[in-house]
Nanobody
Framework: EVQLVESGGGLVQPGGSLRLSCAAS????????MSWVRQAPGKGLEWVSSIVSYNRNTYYADSVKGRFTISTDNAKNTLYLQMNSLKAEDTAVYYC??????????????WGQGTQVTVSS
């Protein structure tokens, strides 16, 4: 059974940092592509970043490029999102997702439960 469990969300002031984690199980993590997708209040899903585990190639939305860093620890089957210089517009529920193919981009075939990130003073 595939499971994705996010953690690390919370309340942070503008300009602050958070690191999200996603513990994965039930599939070959080192051969997969993984993504972070977020949903702000009252808005649709927005792709944030992807990583292809076997070659570590990374991809970012323009809105987070230079501020967020996606990474994996294949020994721990864990996906990370380091978020720096956070802005109010980064406030959202952040979901970890497994890409259906070992390549960036949708579709996604499994999702975590989400973790809330709130950026506010």
């Amino acid at each position: 059974e595939v499971q994705l469990v996010e953690s690390g969300g919370g309340l942070v002031q503008p300009g602050g940092s958070l690191r999200l984690s996603c513990a994965a199980s039930g599939f070959t993590f080192s051969r997969s592509a993984m993504s972070w997708v977020r949903q702000a209040p009252g808005k649709g899903l927005e792709w944030v970043s992807s990583i292809v585990s076997y070659n570590r190639n990374t991809y970012y939305a323009d809105s987070v490029k230079g501020r967020f860093t996606i990474s994996t620890d294949n020994a721990k089957n864990t996906l990370y999102l380091q978020m720096n210089s956070l802005k109010a517009e980064d406030t959202a529920v952040y979901y970890c997702a497994k890409n259906a193919e070992a390549a960036p981009g949708p579709p996604y075939n499994y999702w975590g439960q989400g973790t809330q990130v709130t950026v506010s003073s």
